[in-house]
């Protein structure tokens, strides 16, 4: 496991008191510790009483799962860390009106409300802290991902595949309705992340995410600019291939997808495709809407095409 040098970072998160923002480099665990410390302790928040019944939860489960069975899932993530109210309602925005079938916003409550204004698509929230995810949950989201590791990675923080483990069993424990998704480290081997994602099929994980590179725009045009967006994919379309021929549950490629790439996605075996910088990058939410709807009409002909070859296979 990679260790950084022992100095204070600041992360953006909003959410936490500004003593209680400075987290240090360090184990992956060790982060988690931090972050309960500074929301109130490592005990579970109280949770009122759910007046969903049992039978609700299983509708809204297969509802958010239902494009991932018809492999035309995108989902339009807006950042772990990313609390800044402005930025993602353009992110939501953009997904709404771009024809993504998901959203993906960082685990907090006031987000969830400001999303549940401004969109009717299933709303995901992403955490590496099972804690955290009850609240949102209760505000209105009905898909929890335990993943977006990226931030993490340039603090020089991984996760284990035993952490990971460990994480997943806390947060079924705690929610044991709720569509899970879980995402594979890249830095794993090929055959270590397969291992993983079957480990965490057997734990009750509903989708599983992989990744990759970070998105970039391409340094040369025409062609060239297309097959380096194409390299930049390789790590998390390889993933989604092995993955998906090992597990029974839908797959999510993500990382470093464009409209280019994302096609790719769904060929190689993914049930659906998360984009993330590719549009929170952009600081125009007509630019954004536009992005996303590139992305979206990219995967229509690949998703008609399987449910075609699937309708064939069932005669």
Same mark, same amino acid.
């Given at each position: 496991m990679a260790h950084a040098a022992a100095m204070a970072v600041v992360l953006p998160v909003r959410s936490l008191p500004k003593a209680a923002s400075h987290l240090p480099h360090g184990s992956a665990e060790t982060t988690v510790r931090h972050l309960r410390q500074a929301?109130?302790?490592?005990?579970?928040?109280?949770?009122?009483?759910?007046?969903?019944?049992?039978a609700s939860l299983s509708t809204t489960k297969e509802s958010v799962l239902s494009d991932?069975?018809?492999r035309r899932?995108?989902?339009?993530?807006?950042?772990?860390?990313?609390?800044d109210k402005d930025k993602v309602a353009s992110v939501v925005i953009a997904a709404e009106k771009g024809g993504a079938t998901h959203v993906d916003i960082a685990c907090d409550r006031e987000l969830v409300e400001l999303a549940l204004d401004l969109t009717s698509l299933p709303i995901c929230v992403s955490s590496v802290d099972p804690l955290a995810f009850p609240s949102a949950v209760e505000a209105g989201a009905q898909m929890v991902e335990i993943g977006n590791y990226d931030s993490f990675y340039e603090m020089g923080i991984q996760f284990s595949p035993e952490q990971i483990l460990k994480l997943t069993r806390e947060t079924r424990r705690i929610l044991p309705s709720i569509t899970l998704s879980v995402t594979v480290p890249h830095m794993l081997s090929l055959p270590d992340q397969v291992k993983l994602a079957e480990l965490l099929e057997q734990e009750g994980a509903d989708i599983i995410q992989t990744e990759g590179g970070k998105y970039s725009s391409p340094s040369k045009p025409g062609?060239?600019?297309?097959?380096?967006?194409?390299?930049?994919?390789?790590?998390?379309?390889?993933?989604?291939?092995?993955?998906?021929?090992?597990?029974?549950?839908?797959?999510?490629?993500?990382?470093?997808? *464009? @409209? =280019?790439?994302?096609?790719?996605?769904?060929? !190689?075996?993914? &049930?659906? %495709?998360?984009?993330? *910088? @590719? =549009?929170?990058?952009?600081?125009?939410?007509? !630019?954004?809407? &536009?992005? %996303?709807?590139?992305i979206a009409e990219s995967l229509v002909l690949p998703a008609r095409l399987s449910s075609e070859q699937m309708q064939s296979a069932r005669r």
């Open positions: 929301t109130g302790g490592g005990r579970p928040p109280k949770r009122r009483p759910s007046a969903v019944p049992r991932f069975r018809e899932a995108l989902k339009i993530i807006s950042g772990l860390q990313n609390f062609v060239l600019g297309l097959i380096e967006k194409v390299t930049t994919a390789t790590p998390t379309l390889a993933a989604a291939y092995s993955i998906s021929r090992a597990v029974q549950i839908p797959v999510m490629c993500s990382s470093g997808l *464009s @409209a =280019v790439t994302a096609p790719m996605a769904l060929t !190689a075996g993914a &049930a659906g %495709v998360g984009v993330g *910088s @590719a =549009v929170n990058r952009l600081n125009d939410v007509v !630019a954004m809407i &536009a992005e %996303v709807k590139t």
